[in-house]
């Protein structure tokens, strides 16, 4: 890749979803702008520096501020942050051209025939379109996606591809992370924040891309798969994340989520999480925007557009550390 518990007492606490109904109207409270600058208070000025993002979008600000209060108040030790990888934590363009899924890098790499690199290119222009396709139900597209990553799958199980070729093909390829994924996770094992990435993509490859990023810290831990297992798709995110009820026990004090994504299919991935308390769903919207705006701003907390770095999660985990 080119580079570029302590045990918490249970308290009473309302979570944001509770407090939400005994609050005045969603868009009647006064814009923080209004207010002297040496009057805001901390989350005020917080607030103010992640709306001037201009990419960030928010269907409904005043819930976005009711759960990241809310979040602050339980403490850092209370939070887990769990993040899909794909054009998630890795940049979906750069320099104008699009960079390589954990699929991708090993697709495209030397350790891949030809012919397996051909049949791969046409499995993706056929099925990508219909991951992303506006038009379909979930229902619709399920079995299409199995069938994409089944077909997959048995082409690059056939090539018998040595583990010393992975870490080749990851150090030849154009993935990367997106900007500031250095801090992400370097503060987020600062402060012995858990994260948990939960990906459809190849598991050995998304080791390989994180170890060769100096990023693999003892915090991180992966729903992946390799080729053995049960199928992780984008859409059935939420059976993964059931199967894993061990991990989620261990993190059962770790009751407020920040959770990263860039398909509908990841908002599933905090399904297994114990008596969550508060959950802020951050999306990333990289491809045919127009289309799928609507949806994202009804599913995600905060969109954010074409943005190819991870400033704003960053933001929120230094607001919810400091
Ligand atoms: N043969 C395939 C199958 C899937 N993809 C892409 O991988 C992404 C899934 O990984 P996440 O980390 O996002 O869960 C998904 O966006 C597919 O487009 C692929 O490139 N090739």
Redesign the pocket.
């Known amino acids: 890749m080119r580079k570029n518990k302590n045990k918490r007492q249970p308290t009473k606490r309302k979570t944001a979803s509770q407090t939400q109904k005994s609050k005045r109207p969603r868009n009647d409270s006064p814009k923080m702008t209004e207010k002297d600058s040496s009057e805001l208070t901390p989350f005020e000025i917080f607030f103010q520096k992640i709306e001037k993002f201009s990419k960030l979008h928010m269907k409904d600000r005043d819930r976005v501020q009711e759960i990241l209060q809310s979040m602050q108040k339980a403490g850092s030790k209370t939070l887990q942050v769990i993040s899909?990888?794909?054009?998630?934590l890795t940049r979906f363009e750069y320099n104008g051209k699009r960079c390589p899924?954990?699929?991708?890098i090993l697709?495209r790499s030397d350790v891949i025939s030809s012919d397996c690199k051909k049949k791969?290119q046409g499995?993706?222009d056929k099925?990508?379109p219909i991951?992303i396709d506006t038009t379909l139900s979930v229902e619709e597209k399920l079995p299409l996606m199995v069938e994409?990553?089944t077909k997959?799958h048995e082409l690059l199980v056939n090539q018998k591809i040595k583990k010393d070729g992975l870490a080749k093909a990851v150090r030849d390829s154009d993935a990367k992370l997106r900007d500031g994924y250095k801090d992400f996770f370097d503060h987020l094992h600062e402060h012995s924040i858990p994260l948990l990435i939960?990906?459809?993509?190849i598991g050995d490859i998304l080791e390989e891309v994180i170890r060769q990023s100096d990023i693999f810290h003892p915090n991180v831990k992966g729903v992946l798969k390799a080729f053995k297992g049960e199928l992780i798709h984008?859409y059935n995110k939420r059976e993964g994340a059931l199967l894993n009820t061990g991990h989620f026990q261990e993190l059962r004090t770790q009751t407020n989520v920040l959770l990263l994504g860039?398909?509908l299919g990841?908002l599933n991935m905090a399904d297994g999480v114990q008596d969550m308390e508060n959950i802020l769903k951050i999306g990333f919207l990289n491809d045919k925007v127009e289309e799928r705006k609507q949806s994202y701003l009804d599913s995600y907390d905060i969109v954010l557009i074409k943005d190819e770095s991870l400033d704003v999660p960053n933001a929120v985990i230094r607001f919810l550390t400091e």
């Open positions: 899909d990888f794909d054009m998630t899924t954990c699929h991708n697709e791969l499995l993706l099925y990508y991951e994409w990553w997959a939960f990906s459809a993509g984008i860039d398909s990841d």
